[in-house]
């Protein structure tokens, strides 16, 4: 199977700075790669498929980016609601597999 | 609106059964594969089965072949997930998600279900 690795596992930003989080694969994807935000309580939600196309309904502060096996996820510019849980996952290969995740807090 | 709800969680012995269901509304249910994904704090995110859309083709992680069986119902717009033989590594929260596919090798999730929470435990 092929494995996600994500880092940070946790960060904690001020309102309005810049995130970057990184998803690395054990092989190559193209551009086979999802974002999803879990915040607590709720069902995960898509943010990003195709390693770099929004979801319906996704603010552009969110953007995607990388391919082959090293992906990032960028917050422009962090929101109170950003709050959460971000992880990827690969849908080049059957099984489909996940990163573990990186938590973000926003101070 | 498109969701995904599901039910049937609970606390099970160690060789007991379980039966989970999703309830699906707000799209053509019968067009779309869904899968299970499991959550634990451990392990993270784990997919454990998948079933086409007109429930012909199913399949399971290897984690759990042989013991858990996916099946639809069309006609209730709902899947389930049948649990036997259940171990206390399988304690986690289930989710269900929708598939999508668009000539791409796999499938990703949108949307999921708030999950149900498993307890394997004697």
């Known amino acids: 199977d092929i494995v996600m690795t994500q880092s940070p596992a946790t960060l904690s930003v001020s309102p309005g700075e810049r995130v970057t989080l990184s998803c690395r694969a054990s092989q190559s994807l193209s551009s086979y790669l999802a974002w999803y935000q879990h915040r607590p309580g709720r069902a995960p939600s898509l943010l990003i498929y195709?390693?770099?196309t929004r979801a319906t309904g996704i603010p552009d502060r969110f953007t995607g980016g990388g391919s082959g096996t090293e992906f990032t996820l960028t917050i422009s510019s962090l929101q109170s609601e950003d709050s959460a849980v971000y992880f990827c996952?690969?849908?080049?290969?059957?099984?489909?597999?996940f990163g573990q995740g990186t938590k973000v807090e926003v101070k | 609106q498109v969701q995904l709800v599901e039910a049937g969680g609970g606390v099970v012995q160690p060789g007991g059964s379980l039966t989970l269901s999703c309830a699906a509304s707000g799209f053509a249910f019968s067009s779309f594969g869904i899968h299970w994904v499991r959550q634990t704090a451990g392990k993270g995110l784990e997919w454990v089965a998948f079933?086409?859309?007109?429930?012909?083709?199913?399949f399971y992680a290897d984690s759990v072949k042989g013991r858990f069986t996916i099946s639809r119902d069309n006609s209730k717009n709902e899947v389930h997930l049948q649990m036997d033989s259940l171990k206390t590594e399988d304690t986690a929260v289930y989710h269900c998600a929708r598939g999508i596919w668009i000539g791409t090798p796999g499938h990703w999730f949108d949307p999921w279900g708030q999950g149900v929470q498993v307890t394997v435990s004697s």
């Open positions: 996952q690969q849908y080049d290969t059957w099984p489909p597999t």
């Open positions: 079933i086409r859309y007109d429930g012909v083709n199913k």
């Open positions: 195709g390693a770099s």
